[in-house]
């Protein structure tokens, strides 16, 4: 994914304060609580039974969220991750923390991610995830030309935006983590340096770092069948420290 670092955190920013509007499962949680209470007044069911349809009712009103504490530029902060990248309607009132582009970030993401992944296929009768997904420079998702259910999947996270937000995130973070890694050599040996002829063989050991065309890795979310994500650059897995 060729993304300059600056257009990942403007994609970071806009996904956390877009005006978005409520999304729609309010209203068929609630059309559901309606139908089932009707359904209980005109049928003899038992009571066991009509406790089950309570519970699933309260489940489809009020789906699992994860809260997580994340590093942002605000310091440590629990963030439920639903929540953060679904806006209230109207917008905030105020700019929320902004994630930073840490391995323990990218790590809860892509947890929250894989978590949510098999319960959306299910809903939207989605029978498996696509291999892999990316995003174009301008953050566009991009997916297998031969995943057979690529406009559903795409629809559905229409309808979910914040699934859609939290992967994309999950890329955006991933490439800048990424890149800032491949300068780490350079500000230990250029730090290192004794001398000023020293230091300008550092700068020009790393010359390429400083390149306007420089390409960022391209970043791959890969998906098992099941749901499970994680993450690549340039084809090789990144790993991320254990919860």
């Known amino acids: 994914m060729f993304i300059q670092p600056a257009s990942l955190w403007s994609a970071a920013v806009s996904a956390i304060s877009s005006r978005t509007a409520a999304p729609r499962t309010e ?36 789906p699992v969220s994860s809260s997580v504490v994340f590093d942002t530029n605000q310091g440590a902060v629990t963030l439920d991750i639903d929540a953060y990248f679904q806006p ?4 905030f009132t105020e700019l929320p ?45 991009q997916l297998p030309a031969d995943y057979p259910y690529a406009q559903e999947f795409k629809a ?19 490439s800048v983590h990424v890149e800032m890694q491949k300068s780490i050599p350079f500000h230990e040996e250029y730090s290192a340096a004794s001398s ?11 010359a390429w770092l400083f390149a306007d065309n420089r390409p960022s890795a391209s970043i791959t979310l890969n998906f098992s069948a099941d749901g499970k994500l994680t993450v690549s650059a340039d084809g090789e897995a990144i790993s991320w420290p254990a919860a």
């Open 88 to 91: 209230p309607a109207g917008g």
């Open 156 to 174: 559905a996270l229409a309808d979910d935006p914040a699934l859609a937000r939290s992967m994309q995130t999950a890329a955006a973070l991933s």
């Open 97 to 141: 923390p902004l994630m930073m582009p840490s391995a323990s970030n990218i790590k809860a993401l892509t947890d929250h991610v894989s978590a949510r992944m098999p319960d959306f296929l299910a809903r939207n009768g989605i029978p498996e995830a696509p291999a892999s997904v990316s995003y174009d420079r301008y953050g566009e998702l």
């Open 27 to 62: 209203s068929a949680a609630a059309a559901s609580i309606a139908a089932s209470a009707n359904l209980a007044d005109r049928s003899s069911i038992s009571q066991s039974a009509r406790d089950l349809l309570a519970a699933e009712t309260t489940a489809a009103a009020s």
């Open 196 to 206: 000023a002829a020293d230091a300008a063989k550092v700068v020009a050991k790393y």
